[in-house]
Every structure is written in structure tokens, then in C-alpha cells.
């Protein structure tokens, strides 16, 4: 059985951090990307990290302020976020692509992944 778990997610306060976990159970040879969702968005590619972590992809909104990594013994992959401001704000998930163990391109792209959770929902506000 293939299943994604999202955890971590809070109501924090503006420039508070966060870590973010997905489990991913089942399998543990894939790429792992993060995706957040606003209501009324589409679903916004974060980061991906590729099964041997030594490949790693950001988009431009993280401007440094985000950093993915995953532990193969835990089944895990974390995404620390630092710095928050309101407009993080939004249903942050975690994706699987099972084709390969190297981030897809684009690596923003969902339709380059075929394992989803179900979220976990960051609000940024004071």
C-alpha cells in the first residue's frame, strides 16, 4: 500500500517557522515533492528532492527561506520553512512520483506525480 501522511501544520505567527513531515509509507525509492494550495489557486510547486537526496529543486517563491530534506530510515521527508508571512498561508501537501527516484520535470508540475496526501493546512497571521 502506497500512502502519503502530511504533518506539522499550525497557525503561527508572522516570521515564526514551521517543519512539515510526510510519511511516506509503502515505498521509499521515490522522489518527494512539496506543493501548497490556496482556496480558488492552483496548486503551486515548492520544492523536490530526489530518493538519494543528492538532487534538490526549488522554485523561485521560496526565495531561501525554505529548505526540503527527507530520512530514508524514517520513511520521511521534512520541509523546514522559516521567515512566514500571511501569503504562505495555504494547504501545504506532499507528492510521490513512483515512475523514478529523480525529480520530474518540471518538478512543479502535479501532473508529474501520482501519490498525493491529503495536507496539512499552514495559517500564517497574528
Known amino acids: 500500500q502506497l500512502q502519503l501522511v502530511e504533518s506539522g501544520g499550525a497557525l503561527v505567527q508572522p516570521g515564526g517557522s514551521l517543519r512539515l513531515s510526510c510519511k511516506h509509507s509503502g515505498f521509499n525509492r521515490y522522489a518527494i515533492g512539496w506543493f501548497r494550495q490556496a482556496p480558488g489557486k492552483e496548486a503551486q510547486g515548492l520544492a523536490c528532492i530526489s530518493y538519494k537526496d543528492d538532487l534538490i529543486f526549488y522554485a523561485d517563491s521560496v526565495n531561501g527561506r525554505f529548505t526540503i530534506s527527507r530520512d530514508n530510515a524514517e520513511n520521511t521527508t521534512y520541509l523546514q520553512m522559516t521567515a512566514l508571512k500571511a501569503e504562505d498561508t495555504a494547504l501545504y501537501l506532499c507528492?510521490?512520483?513512483?515512475?523514478?527516484?529523480?525529480?520530474?520535470?518540471?518538478?512543479?508540475?502535479?501532473?508529474?506525480?501520482?501519490?498525493w496526501g491529503q495536507g496539512t493546512q499552514v495559517t500564517v497571521s497574528s
Open positions: 507528492a510521490a512520483d513512483r515512475r523514478s527516484g529523480w525529480c520530474p520535470y518540471p518538478f512543479t508540475r502535479p501532473d508529474n506525480y501520482d501519490s
